[in-house]
């Protein structure tokens, strides 16, 4: 053997001896999550299908553009990512200290771009468009959209000039105005260099908007996006730039470290008018697309260990901190009347976070969530004793009439969680179970047994189950029919502190 083999090796083990392994599949894809993620998915690629415990429940959708489905482990095989190893997806929450600026920053900026057009309209008079179009500045101007070429218009330099003067004021505001984009990202090992790029034909359809691919190496042509594609183009591992809807997003994938990288880059909803200005944006603000994709300087610890199942993350105050941005930003959509925040909960939320595992070797039936409790969730759970669980439910100190929830805002922007199913069933969901316990307890007598603190219940085969005896919510009944053909039973724990609520939902 070779001297510098027998090092390499001699390396290796001492290595391992000391208790220095090689970094793991779940730890290069959560590497890539950064800390204040609102929502977390990680999927162990391969050629088996999805846990049935996580299917049809009410969780907020990936985005068609990351390709990815909705991180099923056959859709990751087929992006590149390494077989039995763990893929992370995530939704970046905005810093809370630029919600509040956001509107007011976006307002300033409507107006400006109202004002060119009405300077511009009085300057160059009736061939304002066809000036500003050779200027290639017509996209700025928002009269410009819809207004035809005029035969007798013959645009002067002189003119020309004026055009480019007269947009300066908002090519200003453009630069000095950060437009925040919503930005999910996919990550995990890769042993298939190239694979994604190569396959981006097949991979497209996945897609549910229009597409652009744009390869390193390939010329770029001077037009929508391409100010922003070069500097994404130029960026290290970089395999492939995505335009896609239009230029309202952006797909960069990559290939840094043994990771597969995909991030999505996304304006939210935007009114049709405005569609014009999206390149302008790119091109002022190219750093701050640029600037998102760097790797954070802390990760993501995952509250279960990834060696265990698949597992989804959700966190109430990243949700809404991502709803609130929508709601911010929703004068780019068209929605100037929208309220400037989100209404207050209408009881004080008992859970902060919620984390849901199909375990490994349960044939995908082995559901675990784990409730991280809020102030007030941890104050009712200091409350519950040791004496036997029975009824009347309302010994679990929580109402057997929990509020209707509240209707979403009538203008806001579509928003991730609130006032969805996702938000009164999954992160409030705690509230609603001693009503279903009840209602089981009715029906079912000695369904419901244990203790106050350590709940053990039977759940009989259909019985939680569309048109069995404790119907479930509508958006839970597919859900339901999927999990409850069979007996199942449902146990719950606390830890020492009482911070977390951990359920066990498995097959009886």
Not at 7 to 13: D, N, P, S, W
Not at 270 to 289: K, Q, S
Request: proline letters at 11%; charged letters at 25%.
């Amino acid at each position: 053997m070779p001297r510098h083999r027998s090092r390499r090796a001699i390396l290796v083990v001492a290595l391992a001896l000391l208790g220095l392994p090689a970094c793991g599949g779940g730890e290069l894809a959560t590497r890539w999550v950064p800390p204040q993620a609102a929502i977390v998915r990680c999927t162990m690629a391969g050629r088996d299908r999805m846990p049935p415990v996580l299917l049809d429940l009410p969780l907020p959708a990936l985005p068609t553009g990351l390709l990815a489905r909705q991180l099923d482990p056959m859709a990751l095989n087929d992006m590149g990512f390494e077989r039995e190893q763990m893929v992370c997806a995530a939704l970046e929450s905005p810093p809370s200290e630029r919600i509040d600026e956001v509107r007011g920053e976006l307002m300033v900026l409507l107006e400006a771009h109202s004002q060119v057009s009405a300077r511009a309209r009085t300057a160059l008079g009736r061939c304002a468009c066809d000036v500003a179009r050779l200027a290639d500045v017509a996209g700025l101007l928002a009269s410009c959209r819809d207004q035809p070429h005029r035969s007798e218009c013959a645009p002067t330099p002189a003119q020309l000039e004026e055009a480019l003067a007269l947009v300066e004021p908002l090519r200003d505001a453009l630069a000095s105005t950060p437009v925040p984009r919503l930005h999910w990202r996919v990550a995990g090992r890769t042993d298939r260099p190239g694979w994604m790029a190569r396959r981006l034909p097949e991979l497209l359809p996945r897609h549910e908007g229009g597409a652009t691919v744009y390869l390193p190496g390939q010329a770029i042509p001077s037009r929508h996006n391409h100010v922003l594609v070069r500097r994404l183009l130029d960026l290290p591992g970089v395999t492939a730039v995505l335009r896609l809807d239009g230029g309202r997003s952006m797909l960069v994938i990559r290939e840094l470290d043994g990771a597969l990288v995909v991030d999505l880059v996304a304006f939210p909803e935007l009114d049709a008018r405005l569609a014009p200005l999206l390149p302008f944006i790119d091109e002022a603000r190219a750093d701050d697309v640029v600037d998102v994709l760097a790797r954070p300087s802390t990760s993501w610890s995952p509250p279960l260990p990834l060696d265990k199942g698949n597992l989804i993350h959700l966190d109430r105050e990243g949700l809404r901190a991502v709803d609130s941005m929508l709601l911010a930003m929703a004068p780019l959509a068209g929605m100037g009347k929208a309220p400037r925040s989100l209404p207050e909960p209408i009881e004080p939320p008992l859970v902060d976070a919620v984390t849901l595992q199909a375990e490994f070797g349960a044939s995908g039936k082995r559901l675990r969530a784990q409730l991280r409790l809020s102030e007030d969730g941890r104050q009712w759970a200091q409350l519950l004793g040791k004496a036997v669980l029975a009824p009347p439910m309302d010994v679990l100190g929580l109402p057997l009439d929990p509020p209707l929830p509240r209707p979403s805002l009538e203008e806001m922007p579509t928003s991730i969680v609130h006032g969805t199913a996702t938000e009164w069933l999954v992160i409030d969901g705690l509230r609603r179970i001693p009503a279903l316990l009840h209602r089981l307890e009715m029906v079912h007598p000695n369904a419901v047994g244990g203790r106050l603190d350590a709940w053990d219940v039977s759940l009989p085969a259909g019985a939680v189950s569309p048109g069995g005896t404790v119907s479930p919510p509508l958006p839970l009944r597919e859900w339901a029919q999927r999990v409850g053909s069979e007996p199942y039973r449902l146990r719950t724990s606390f830890d020492p502190a009482r911070n977390f609520l951990e359920l066990v939902l498995e097959p009886d």
